[in-house]
């Protein structure tokens, strides 16, 4: 047996391109994985007209699914709308990172300015511990340093100069200790310069006990105590630059500035009292040792006083420099000031007496100056404080401010694109569904109803798609819903033109099956009173071209979905089906039967089960040597029915045949040209469908291949017919035990197979039941115990099988017998107009075999080679 050679193979999903498939994949596919094209192969009736008709087109070219092109139209809005988003907030968190880090510097802005204040009030305290110290030292023997060691009042005098040296000291390293501790929070994040501004004043504020010491307990010249601290003081005062160093602000710069200015003028002014006390006598009254190097200290930093004066009044604004001479003016400052100069030029001239107050008045008027510039300096420290603060909260708004703008900017962008997308994205997805449930749903269900129906009672009225709005989306689903309705016109004009081409070949069939029927007849008639053998031979082989032809005529009415008129109202012996499908084929002797007693078939579907037995018979010796032999065998099987095998040794089939044609035997592809030249294989689909009988076709161990047809339940009939002959051959003459028989009901009244067989046959039966075929390995093969008869073992018809068949014996045109072996023949015509079940009961039946003989065949019906296929009849393929 051999389903086609090159037709098939045309249709085979290898040689299409493509892999056999649901059609109803598709959709669910698109509706999960966006839309999927629909590519035409073995699974697709359309595409197999298309392939058969040549009409092919080639595939398109595919691109990368990475292709801008490829991308969904959501992908592609979503895209749209993340570009310009992702700029937005790029640029917005530039903004706020630029606002937070301007609130950073700020920050630290505000630190340094609360540090310049800690800093403004300890150097403050080191320039009242030098003045106190240089006091200590001016005292000498009348209390000061050089009393300290003395005996009696002067110690006494010396200790309570050094308890308020101990208080100075106190105050000193309170401050110190704050300022400590701000100065270690300058970390990386300050610029360079405040760090080694810090680093310095951390140095210079750790010397201070030490400078104190030196000067309290050593004979450091009170002049060098003055400069030592003055180095001190410096390195404190250098922090104040650096407070507007990370702002931006001109106002705060020019500030730090200014007071930085005032600063430096009150270490100028405070230095210069620090001389001028140095220059006192023991008793702080008189003049003592003003000598040239105090001259020129006191003179070096009258300079600076006026340079950092100048500079202060370029600097300042209006209200800094009103500032300035309120606090520093009035009658006090220039009587100090003037005294100052005095003492200066009587150093220079002839020495006073020691009494002379002018030095003393000098070095008071020089401390209300001191703490005159410490007021206006506090006002612009507060001033610089008050700045620092007020930027920080400004930039702590400005980042609130921002990132709300931003956000609500991203968040109006977002809802607008949103709804703009929307009203894109929901009318293209309601296109897409309805496109897709019209081409893989509606569409294709209408056309199915208009090809069982010939599109009779099918609307051609179309639903149309979901869009109702009058842009180009809604453009495109009026032109689908014209193309649904032209499409749904065609295939209900095609419909049509089917049911008047069925309609013919019902009409051209019912012709033919009369002529045949009475060209039966009169065959019938001169075969009963020929006497010459060679004559008689030739009738048999009119008899079966004649079968054959109606048969033909018969696949007509099933090509055209109509059934066979001839009924049978009687269930039939399966043997007696069996033996009316052989009948029906030239080569009936090579058929070897060997089938389980007690099965019939239901009398509505004998006819079908027979027409669909002989082609599948009739493939099988067309396309196997003319000397190998053909083995059907059937049981019951206990998960329900009847298991039937046909088996040949022919050519065989490839495995994508195989798989193509179990589908077609599946889903009978509809009717077309390709359909008339293969109408076997059309006509067995057609016939198991109608009644739920499943085909299914594999590899045969012997290298042919092997038929399987399950037929169900509804279809057979255990006690409708009786024993009937259990084993059959063609072309014996003699009846005789079918061995196969003997090993079915070993060990079983039922005649189920024994050694595993039944367990197989079950999984054979059931994998025939599934919605699809699946080939099957080589290793499934059947290995049962139906025994093949060997040629010539089987009795012949006419003996036993007229006498006792419930059903006429169905002629299979043996060949002429000798005349002294002639018997009256006993066959008869098959058709239920002459003879049906009906006409003879069960109980009559005998228990005796019954046999067709192995008749030689005459040389003109010679079989094809193996693989040839035959110019007669209607094979599969």
């Known amino acids: 047996m051999r389903f086609s050679s090159e037709n098939v193979r045309s249709l085979s999903p290898e040689a299409t391109g493509q892999v056999a498939a649901d059609p109803g994949d598709d959709l669910a596919a698109a509706r999960e994985d966006g839309p999927v094209r629909r590519t035409p192969d073995a699974a697709d009736p359309l595409a197999d007209r298309a392939v058969q008709s040549g009409d092919t087109q080639p595939a398109p070219r595919r691109t990368s699914r990475r292709s801008l092109k490829n991308w969904r139209v959501r992908s592609r809005l979503v895209m749209l709308i993340i570009t310009p988003t992702v700029a937005a907030v790029v640029l917005g968190g530039i903004g706020i990172t630029s606002s937070v880090e301007s609130a950073a510097a700020y920050h630290r802005v505000e630190n340094l300015a609360n540090l310049y204040d800690k800093v403004a009030g300890l150097v403050q305290a080191v320039q009242n511990e ?266 702590i708004a400005d980042v609130i401010i921002v990132s709300i703008a931003v956000l609500l900017v991203l968040a109006v962008a977002l809802i607008l694109t949103t709804v703009v997308g929307r009203s894109l994205v929901r009318p293209l997805r309601k296109l897409r569904t309805g496109a897709l449930e019209v081409a893989g749903i509606s569409l294709p269900e209408a056309v199915r109803q208009m090809n069982e129906t010939d599109g009779e009672g099918v609307s051609l009225e179309v639903e149309p798609i979901d869009v109702d709005s009058s842009d180009e989306i809604g453009e495109v689903a009026r032109a689908f819903d014209q193309v649904h309705r032209e499409a749904l016109r065609l295939a209900a004009n095609e419909a049509a033109l089917r049911g008047n081409v069925n309609a013919m070949f019902v009409n051209l069939s019912r012709r033919s099956q009369s002529l045949v029927e009475r060209q039966i007849g009169l065959i019938d008639h001169l075969e009963q009173g020929e006497q010459d053998s060679e004559r008689l031979a030739s009738l048999f082989q009119m008899d079966h071209l004649a079968t054959r032809m109606r048969r033909n005529s018969e696949n007509l009415l099933v090509l055209a979905g109509h059934a066979i008129s001839r009924r049978w109202n009687q269930p039939v012996a399966l043997i007696d089906v069996l033996r009316a499908a052989v009948s029906e084929i030239e080569q009936y002797e090579r058929i070897t039967l060997n089938v389980q007693p007690g099965i019939a078939v239901r009398g509505q579907a004998v006819n079908d089960v027979v027409h669909l037995l002989a082609e599948l018979a009739e493939n099988a010796t067309s396309f196997s040597a003319a000397e190998t032999p053909v083995a059907v065998t059937g049981h019951l099987l206990s998960s329900g029915g009847v298991l039937l ?112 067989d039944r367990s197989f046959m079950e999984q054979e039966v059931n994998a025939a039941r599934a919605p699809k075929f699946a080939s099957l390995s080589d290793d499934q093969q059947d290995t049962g115990n139906l025994g093949r008869r060997v040629p010539g073992a089987g009795p012949r018809p006419g003996e036993a099988a007229a006498a006792t068949s419930p059903l006429p014996v169905f002629r299979t045109s043996p060949r002429p017998a000798l005349e002294q072996d002639r018997e009256p023949p006993v066959a008869a015509e098959v058709g239920p107009a002459e003879v049906g079940p009906a006409d003879a009961s069960p109980d009559e039946q005998s228990d005796q075999p019954v046999v067709i003989p192995d008749e030689t065949r005459a040389d003109a019906s010679r079989a094809p080679a193996s693989g040839e296929r035959p110019s007669f009849g209607s094979p599969l393929v």
Do not use: C
């Not at 006026?306 to 604004?317: I, N, S």
């Not at 088996?647 to 009717?671: F, I, K, R, S, Y």
């Not at 037929?711 to 061995?739: F, M």
């Open 130 to 395: 030098r003045e106190d110290i240089v006091t200590y030292i001016v005292l000498g023997a009348n209390g000061g340093r050089a009393a300290a060691a003395a005996p009696g009042q002067a110690s006494t005098s010396a200790t309570f100069e050094l308890g308020v040296l101990k208080q100075d000291a106190h105050v000193t390293s309170g401050l110190a200790a704050q300022v400590d501790r701000q100065l270690r929070g300058i970390g990386s994040d300050y610029p360079a310069l405040a760090q080694l501004d810090a680093e310095g004043a951390a140095a210079a504020i750790s010397g201070l006990p030490a400078l104190s010491a030196a000067a309290i307990q050593t004979n450091l010249p009170a002049l060098v105590v003055i400069q030592k601290y003055d180095s001190t003081i410096t390195a404190l005062l250098a922090l104040d630059n650096q407070v507007a160093v990370s702002s931006n602000d001109s106002t705060l710069a020019d500030t730090v500035r200014v007071a930085s200015l005032v600063s430096q003028i009150k270490e100028e002014a405070s230095e210069q009292q620090a001389i001028l006390t140095s220059g006192l006598s023991s008793s702080l009254v008189g003049l003592g040792q003003f000598g040239a190097s105090q001259l020129s200290a006191i003179a070096n930093a009258e300079a600076e006083q006026q340079g950092d004066l100048a500079e202060f009044d370029a600097a300042a604004t209006p209200g800094q420099r009103q500032l300035y001479d309120n606090g520093v003016s009035g009658t006090t400052v220039a009587t100090a000031q003037a005294e100052e100069q005095q003492a200066i030029s009587d150093a220079t001239g002839v020495k006073p007496i020691a009494t002379d107050p002018t030095l003393a008045d000098a070095v008071s008027g020089s401390s209300y100056v001191v703490h005159s510039l410490g007021n206006v300096e506090k006002q612009l420290v507060n001033s610089v404080i008050s700045r620092s603060k007020a930027l920080r909260d400004r930039a």
């Open 645 to 756: 095998d046909i088996t040949d040794q022919g050519v065989g089939m490839g495995a994508e045949e195989l798989a193509h044609a179990n589908w077609q035997l599946d889903n009978p592809p509809v009717v077309d040209v390709a359909v008339s030249r293969r109408m076997g294989l059309f006509v067995v689909g057609r016939l198991a469908a109608r009644h739920g009988v499943r085909v299914r076709l594999r590899p045969a161990a012997s290298g042919g291949l092997t038929a399987l047809v399950w037929l169900p339940d509804e279809v057979i009939s255990h006690d409708g017919a009786g024993g009937g002959p259990t084993g059959l051959r063609a072309g014996d003459a003699q009846a005789a035990a079918i061995p196969g028989l003997a090993e079915i009901g070993t060990g079983n009244r039922n005649g189920e197979p024994v050694n595993g």
